[in-house]
């Protein structure tokens, strides 16, 4: 079989490398890396050498940093393959001047006969082999899976898991096939100004592959990377190994992966993709790919145990434990999954082909083109060191065991992650620290929804129009009164009106309108100690911007209040489907209407005919049964909330991130108030506009943060 191109670009094929190594063939190429094999003349034995050429563009005052660095990866390595031989061995680092007169690092690794696992499915595939079933996929992918626990019981995390970094030594179908992980640790020396400097030539290698990034690794929004990141990327081999090599998400649109990644309504589970598994698979693999990494499995070890447990529930725990067996492959405490596994939970496709999913779900996907890869040929097999797309495939990262930042440990007897050991000597980018929300905020991860509706009840929300936003935090309650009390007492924000200061509507008369505002003004929540739990109104746009800097946030868009409020399933509530009654929200009910007609003023529409309890405002939170699925309040009825946008109609266009118009007089407020009879704004879409100076005691706000 062969691959890729069979010259010798780098002119070193008979060449002696730190005379010890003879150059003999290549053996593959790719975008920024050429890997040959070479004979150690000491040794008698065959060794693979890696090239990276696309580091020689580096500029001459940052390459001893460079090496420095490879010679500590390099450490990395023969440490993690010293625990386990299902990680590739490195046995030497260096640099050398190319006959041309150019300047190269290598890394020096050992020669292994067999085949990539992306080779061997696209082989399989073509000759029409049936794709594995679950037990199938689990037992060749566990050597390798071992020896990613182990890595990560180290604080080590990979972060490009994908097939063609997983290798297939001998058969396949052996009873006890061996797999051995590449390339742990080279894109971490790929940071700072060499990054920068790279990316000046147009040659900086990508640190991971989008057909396997998880959400975190597209926008850090979502968090810090991880095992769990690790965990999202084994979970969808697994799925590729069952689908017979078809990607998950195919094709080479980065947008779109990252889009579909990132999608909490687009998980691609066994279900979703067809296949018939037990429904503790499914909730093994939901969790797996959860798009928030603090609901995922804690390590990839932890995500095995929960599958066998799944799988077996009367089973041993899985355990990966370090050192080769006297197999080679790493020892495992696990009955053979092979002997457990029922025909219900092994998760095979009907007719070995996924099946359409359910309605939102992840399609079946096309198989991936064969012929758009470049492969490194290793002893007969295809070595799938270099991907078309130049990734940087070594990608081993140390990360910070931080509370915020590790997922929860699943109940099942799976394991706990990475030692406090390994956390405390790991030694993280700060780029890479763990990102947590404020304080009674929300974490939002970023997705994909239809902003507005094309309901022609309503014109101000038309036309609905596909929009993505960044995850974000959000306070889960309206800013209370005690909370703009801190402000005010710390000199930060301004007292707060007593009195509403707000314009007539049209065709009402000024002297009326004053007339109004001052019987309103018992509704300013501000200067009622009995209120200081209730939602801070009678603010102006800028009082409210003011306040939520001073606490290290912001007002949210609009784009973020809604998708907060309705999700990327378009719920027809902030809190579901489930229809609209007295116990959802604070609106206008008997008491709303006994209080205006006490004060002789113009009676609002009854949302519901029974007493809510409170005229005016209420406590935050006071209707639990309204929240929505993330734990936000309050998101109709209460108080009106500002957004930080200028009111503007709605276009069409896909957008990202929308800020509303650049300009204007009047601002986006969304929710609805204590005195709303409209049923139209129960709907998350529903949107008005007040002008940005307003004082009203229908109005209030709540604060968001920008996750960097």
Known sequence: MTAGRFDDPLGLVGAKVADKYLVERLVGEGGYAVVYRAQHVIWREPVAMKFFRALGNLPEEVRQGLLDDFVQEGKLMSRLSSKTSGVVQARDVGAMNLPDGGWVPYMVLEWMDGNSLDAVLVEESSRGVPPRDLAGAIKLLEPAVAAVEIAHREGI???????ENLFVVGDPNAPRPLVKVLDFGIAKVMSGDRAQALAATGTAPTPFTSHYGAPEQFSRTHGATGPWTDVYAMALVLLEIMRGG????????????????????????????????????????????SVVPSERWPSVGAFWSGLHQAMNPQGPAWTAVAGPSSTGAPRLSVTPISQVAGSAQSGQPQSGQAQSGPAGAVAPLPPRPTGTAKWLIVGGGLFALIAISGAATFAGKRYVDSQSAKPAVSPAGAAS????????????????????????????????????????????????????????????????????????????????????????????????????????????????????KHPINCVSSE????????????????AEWEFAARGSDGRKFPWGDDGATLGHMNACGAECNAWETKNTLPLSGKMYDQDDGFFGTAPVGSFPQGDTKLGLSDMVGNVWEWTNDWFAVYSAEEQLNPKGAPAGDRKAIRGGGYNGGVQLWLNPAFRYHQVAGAKAPGIGFRCSKTLK
């Open 157 to 163: 995390v990979h972060r490009d898991i994908k097939p």
């Open 417 to 532: 992650g990475p030692p406090a050991a390994a956390a405390s000597s790991a030694s993280a980018a700060a780029s890479d620290a763990p990102i947590t929300c404020p304080e009674g905020s929300a974490f939002i991860a970023g997705g994909s929804f239809f902003m507005g509706s094309d309901d022609t009840a309503f014109k101000l929300w038309q036309p609905s129009h596909r929009v993505s936003v960044d995850g974000y935090c959000m306070q889960k309650t309206e800013v209370t009164v005690e909370a703009f009390t801190k402000c005010v007492t710390g000199g930060s924000c301004k007292t707060p009106a007593s009195v509403p200061d707000y314009p007539p509507g049209e065709g009402v008369d000024v002297e009326e309108h004053k007339a109004r505002e001052t019987k309103l003004a018992e509704l300013c929540n501000w200067g009622h100690p009995e209120r200081l």
């Open 246 to 289: 078809h990607r998950v998400y195919p094709g080479d649109d980065y947008i779109e992966h990252a889009r579909a990644a990132r999608d909490p309504q687009r998980r691609p589970t066994p279900r979703a993709l067809g296949m018939h598994v037990s429904d503790a698979v499914e909730g093994v693999f939901a969790r797996a790919l």
């Open 543 to 558: 009082e409210a911007v003011t306040y939520c800097a001073s606490v290290g946030m912001r007002l949210p868009t609009e």
